[in-house]
């Protein structure tokens, strides 16, 4: 399984970016793909999540609303839409694939994962 994260970049609070995901390798049907992130000096935290199969989405709280995550089957493609963009967002996001559907939260879950991309956004 490979995943190619892109996206990123530098941006103004209160803007926008859209991450993309591309995944290749398998058939993703039983899968959840997440995105995570993490900043200088911490650790990498979960921000969203989607099944591929029923299309359930989840989201960490600080996100909920702003970053909507969604999924295209044909192109294998999961995207993170990034609204309303806090400085405290910056950080490197990570795509990460899972077999299966439970745990979607938790890192250590995933099996797979993609480059990061450097989100940065200033104030």
């Known amino acids: 399984v490979q995943l190619q994260a892109s996206g990123g970049g530098l941006v103004q609070a209160g803007g926008s970016l859209r991450l993309s995901c591309a995944a290749s390798?398998?058939?993703?049907?039983?899968?959840?793909m997440g995105w995570f992130r993490q900043a200088p000096g911490k650790e990498r935290e979960f921000v969203a999540a989607?099944?591929?199969?029923?299309?359930?989405?989840y989201y960490a709280d600080s996100v909920k609303g702003r970053f909507p995550i969604s999924g295209d089957s044909a192109e294998n493609t999961v995207y993170l839409q990034m609204n309303s963009l806090k400085p405290e967002d910056t950080a490197v996001y990570y795509c990460?694939?899972?077999?299966?559907?439970?745990?979607?939260?938790?890192?250590?879950?995933?099996?797979?994962w993609g480059q990061g991309t450097q989100v940065t956004v200033s104030s």
């Open positions: 990460a694939a899972k077999r299966w559907y439970d745990n979607v939260r938790w890192l250590k879950e995933y099996d797979y």
């Open positions: 390798g398998r058939t993703f049907s039983s899968y959840a």
């Open positions: 989607i099944t591929w199969g029923d299309g359930l989405t």
